[in-house]
């Protein structure tokens, strides 16, 4: 089936919600409404506006208000305060102080005087396009069936030949005021429009009321995506000219091309986290004959190569005969030349006053037969860069089936990516929290102490996979984590430490999900209490592998990932004062601990050439949250110290030098701190965490 060809874009307008709604309340139903379907445009992309009567609160008297969504967010999820306001009749007014395309930038700082009611919400590069059309409502979207018309060759003739008397075109400018201008010129002249496509761009459309705005908007994409799907070639991409691998070979791939990836293009830089798909319309393109001339060409919507750049990097691979190895293996030089490549379009397209160039390493690679790889600073930027070059392919896709697709010309891509406005744009952006860009791991991360650590490293803006046998637990953490955190940072898979294989699975899927892994906290635990004689081999056995051997698979298995990615990482063990403080009663338990301690000094030192830290955190008598003490550790600790259950935790806090209670979180701070940038000379420490307790001090 043709992939342009839309299911039909449903129509979302409830008379039910709408009712009650305000003028602005109404503008914002339809913006979300808008924005919750990616066919009609893409995250962040596009805006939305309302020409409202307010009444001012200076003078009392009616004025009218542009409200139009500003700048950053995005529609389908903003609220009320995304909206900037102006004064329409002092944004007509600036008509009067332009005096051509030279006066662009200054025309963004004079909509700052146009504000109405104080409003702190910066305005966006397209308020002009919204104020100057001579309409109530108006919306612009970037709509993939409507930007491949727009991409064609002929992108006039497909567009009249498409939509007849109903919608305007305009050919490529970069949005601003002299758009503006042009957009109300063409509305006011041609009142039987209902709408402008905008060359190389995207639509805009208009109406007297919200709910008409809306329904024109999603009869006009409709429209395109329809035209499309009947008159595309059947060839798609001019056929395939490769067999994708199978789905299982694909993820492979992944796993090990992503790491190999990162370390490449993380290096002198901040760490990226990556994002990997095989959605079809990716295999179609990625397997065609034509992708070796389209990818080249560039995507052409703004909002596309903003977020992707103006073009992906094609890795050199043969699906029929898949050589990693020798894929790995041209990385350092493939990349250098795009490197190379995006200097050399840096330094053709500056202007005087340009911004430095920005991080020269590409963000989309195609792997032909495999699918792409993404990779930004944190996970949903890459993840939404991926959704945003599914965009651009569906866009060449729908151009070159009809006509031939154009990317934007290489300077007016560079105006836009260094745009003055751009920059302030970036500028305004949240700055990164310590751990944005890494990767975490933790084991037994569904459990109390390895779901605090868990979320104070999200918190800090690692990605955490959390792994852990006990996969109801696993499921409740990373519900949580994600309701507090966002989706995007949380994975979760079943582990057994004590498996080669699911060791090894586990680490395949941080590859896959994040690209690769930065922390590495071995946390997952028992404990057990028995006198010697009472110690049966299987009890003994039991500690060993899962706090001794399952320490050591984990680490081994985290040296060969961090190994191949080459960026350094750290190590964090959660062991146990009792690795240090001799008890009786629970010989295999603190014999297991030892082992971890000193399994985790001995890694020190092989690490440090290569960057690696690793140091161990002691915890003791941690009892809310820990599944460890609700069980029957519990019954004999009570017992042993001769009190009930419930005493228990006042027993364990008068027993420290403190006196206080040791909590999941204050272990978590203790490995956060190690993991994080605060300990980056630090390696083979350990750090108790238990309140004081004279029998660990180390020495
Ligand atoms: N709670 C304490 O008082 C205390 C004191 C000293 C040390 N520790 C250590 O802290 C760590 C975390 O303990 P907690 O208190 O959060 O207990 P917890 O039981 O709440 O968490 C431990 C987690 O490890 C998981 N796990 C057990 N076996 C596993 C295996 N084979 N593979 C993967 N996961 C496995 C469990 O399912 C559980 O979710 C443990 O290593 C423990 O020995 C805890
Ligand atoms: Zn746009």
């Not at 991409?237 to 293009?265: S, V, Y």
């Not at 959390?466 to 696993?474: H, Q």
């Not at 060969?560 to 990615?565: E, T």
């Amino acid at each position: 089936m043709n992939a342009q060809r839309l299911d039909r874009l449903p129509n979302l307008w409830r008379a039910a919600s709408a009712a009650g709604l305000d003028e602005a309340g109404l503008l914002l139903y339809r913006s979300n409404l808008l924005g919750s379907d990616l066919r009609i445009t893409n995250f962040g992309g596009g805006n939305t506006s309302a020409k409202i009567t307010e009444i001012d609160p200076l003078t009392g008297e009616k004025v009218s208000v542009l409200w139009v969504k500003g700048s950053g967010g995005d529609i389908g999820s903003m609220k009320r305060d995304g909206f900037a306001t102006l004064y329409m009749d002092k944004l007509e007014s600036l008509k009067g102080h332009y005096s051509g395309l030279a006066d662009e930038d200054r025309m963004v700082g004079l909509f700052e005087h146009c504000t109405f009611n104080l409003n702190p919400r910066a305005t966006s590069i397209d308020t002009a396009l919204h104020g100057f059309v001579p309409h109530a409502h108006v919306d612009h979207v970037h709509a993939d069936a409507v930007i491949a018309l727009a991409a064609a060759k002929d992108a006039e003739r497909l567009t009249g030949e498409v939509y007849g008397k109903e919608i305007g075109f305009l050919p490529w400018q970069r949005p601003g005021f002299d758009l503006g201008l042009k957009l109300g010129a063409m509305a006011t002249a041609h009142p039987e429009y209902v709408g402008v496509v905008l060359g190389g761009h995207g639509l805009f459309t208009w109406a007297e009321t919200a709910q008409d705005c809306y329904e024109t908007t999603l009869r006009i994409i409709q429209k395109a995506a329809d035209w499309l799907a009947v008159n595309e070639r059947q060839s798609v991409f001019g056929g395939a000219k490769i067999l994708a691998l199978d789905a299982a070979a694909r993820k492979k791939l992944a796993q090990e091309l992503m790491p190999a990836i990162r370390g490449k293009i993380s290096a002198g830089s901040s760490p990226k986290i990556g994002h990997f798909t095989d959605a079809p319309a990716v295999l179609d393109f990625v397997c065609s004959h034509d992708m070796a001339t389209l990818a080249p060409l560039g995507t052409s919507c703004p909002d596309h190569f903003l977020r992707t750049k103006i073009r992906p990097l094609v890795l050199d691979f043969d699906s029929a005969k898949p050589d990693v190895t020798r894929l790995i293996a041209g990385l350092d030089a493939a990349i250098a030349a795009y490197r190379a490549d995006y200097a050399a379009y840096y330094e053709a397209c500056r202007h005087p006053n340009s911004p430095a160039m920005r991080d020269a390493n590409p963000v989309i690679f195609l792997v032909p037969g495999m699918g792409m790889i993404s990779f930004a600073r944190d996970k949903a930027t890459a993840r939404i860069a991926a959704e945003f070059y599914i965009n651009a392919i569906n866009v060449m896709r729908g151009a070159s089936g009809v006509s031939a697709y154009v990317g934007l010309p290489r300077q007016e891509a560079f105006d836009i990516e260094y745009w003055l406005l751009e920059e302030a744009k970036l500028q305004r952006m949240p700055k990164p929290k310590p751990l944005t860009g890494q990767a975490a791991l933790i084991t037994g991360g569904a459990g109390g102490i390895g779901a605090a650590v868990a979320s104070r490293l999200l918190a800090d803006g690692a990605c955490v996979l959390l792994a852990d046998i006990d996969e109801a637990a696993l499921a409740t953490a990373q519900a949580a984590l994600s309701t507090r955190f966002g989706k995007d940072q949380v994975r979760a898979i079943p582990l057994d430490v004590t498996s080669e294989t699911s060791v090894i699975d586990s680490f395949a899927m941080a590859a896959q999900e994040f690209g690769g892994i930065d922390i590495v906290v071995s946390n997952a635990g028992i404990a057990s209490a028995a006198t010697v004689a009472d110690t049966s081999l299987a009890l003994w056995q039991n500690n060993m592998d899962i706090l001794a051997t399952g320490y050591f698979l984990v680490a081994r298995q985290a040296f060969r990932l961090l190994q191949l990615q080459g960026m350094g990482g750290s190590m964090v063990f959660v062991a146990s004062k009792n690795g240090l403080a001799a008890s009786a009663g629970a010989s295999a338990y603190c014999t297991a601990k030892a082992a971890e301690i000193h399994l985790a000094r001995c890694l020190a030192l092989e690490g440090a050439a290569f960057g690696i830290r690793v140091n161990t955190v002691n915890p003791d008598a941690v009892l809310r949250g820990s599944k460890i003490w609700q069980g029957e550790w519990r019954t004999q600790r009570a017992r042993s110290n001769h009190v009930s259950e419930d005493d228990l935790e006042e027993v364990y806090r008068q027993r420290s030098l403190l006196k206080r209670s040791v909590l999941p979180e204050d272990v978590a701070e203790a490995v956060a701190f190690l993991a994080g940038p605060l300990a980056e000379k630090s390696t083979g420490n350990i750090l108790n965490v238990d309140a004081g307790n004279a029998q660990a001090f180390t020495r």
